[in-house]
């Protein structure tokens, strides 16, 4: 399921020595957070997860799967309440097949995610 233009919408990127970074605006009114919870919305891991996966298709111009987690470390709740906007920052480095990802969900100083893996092109 694509979640770009539901859940969040992506309001710029720039890329600084071979990163890049998404500037992410949390969308509130996504159904997600009404089930996610009523009244105290919090960002699922799994959204948080296809979001930087959708941040990596619109760096790499590919479609991408993940096909490896190496690491995948949710350190803090996200909340579209507390924090209206994130930074993914992505690295994709080609391999024979695909990409070394590396990626982190961050505002401010508080980390929410910290991801390394692979993903290969999809297959139509």
């Known amino acids: 399921m694509l ?15 071979g990163e890049t970074t998404f500037r992410v605006d949390l969308l509130p009114d996504c159904d997600v957070y009404r089930g996610h919870f009523p009244g105290k919305p919090v960002c699922p891991g799994v959204c948080n997860v296809q979001m930087l996966k959708e941040c990596a298709e619109v760096l790499t ?4 799967t993940i096909t490896a987690i190496r ?13 209206p906007w994130v930074d993914i920052s992505l690295r994709a480095e ?9 990626a982190r969900i961050a505002a401010g100083s508080t980390t ?3 991801f390394k893996g692979e993903m290969h092109e999809r297959q139509a």
């Open 3 to 17: 979640l770009r233009g539901h859940y969040y919408k992506i309001d710029g990127w720039s890329t600084e020595e």
């Open 94 to 102: 080609p391999l024979a097949e695909g990409y070394a990802v590396t």
């Open 71 to 83: 690491q995948c470390r949710f350190t803090a709740v996200a909340s579209p309440g507390r924090c």
């Open 61 to 64: 111009g590919r479609r991408l």
């Open 112 to 114: 929410y995610l910290d």
